[in-house]
């Protein structure tokens, strides 16, 4: 019997093959499109997955400004962060994050379905995300995916 035939292939960063992906978030429910992006850049998609290795693929959020949260989560759903003082606990909402900058919104949710290491926060910076349907990134020829 060939030895060769039955071993299983790990990808490393030699062998990933990197697309780019746009994704449109216009009328999206936020954990939900969130975590299907999440399984992108991961590389969860690919039959090639190997779960230590950045395998997945560019993402290009557009129309982030225009993303749904179901109920009352707009008012009543809290981010709360600390400063690292005394009593410097700071809470927001995402009426609040909306206000400043809606892909903040899509950054976080991705982000926080991402792996807490090393590999996670490589991952991150595969993520760009604008909030109109206008993006600087026309050179990587980027294919439109649907959810």
């Not at 400004?65 to 809470?91: F, S």
């Amino acid at each position: 019997m060939d030895t060769l035939s039955y071993k299983t292939v790990s990808a490393n960063a030699a062998t990933v093959e990197k697309n780019w992906i746009v994704v449109d978030a216009q009328a999206a429910v936020l954990g939900r499109f969130s975590s299907e992006v999440a399984k992108i850049l991961r590389g969860k998609h690919k039959p090639s997955y190997t779960p230590h290795v950045d395998c997945g693929d560019n993402v290009i959020v557009i129309n982030a400004d225009k993303v749904r949260l179901t109920g009352k989560k707009w008012n009543e759903k809290v981010y709360v962060r600390h400063t690292g003082y005394p009593g410097g606990q700071r809470i927001s909402t995402p009426r609040l994050l909306k206000d400043k900058s809606a892909s903040i919104l899509v950054e976080k949710a991705v982000r926080g379905m991402l792996p807490k290491n090393r590999l996670g926060r490589k991952l991150y910076r595969n993520l760009f995300v604008y909030n109109g349907p206008e993006h600087p990134h026309a050179a990587q020829q980027p294919k439109e995916h649907k959810f």
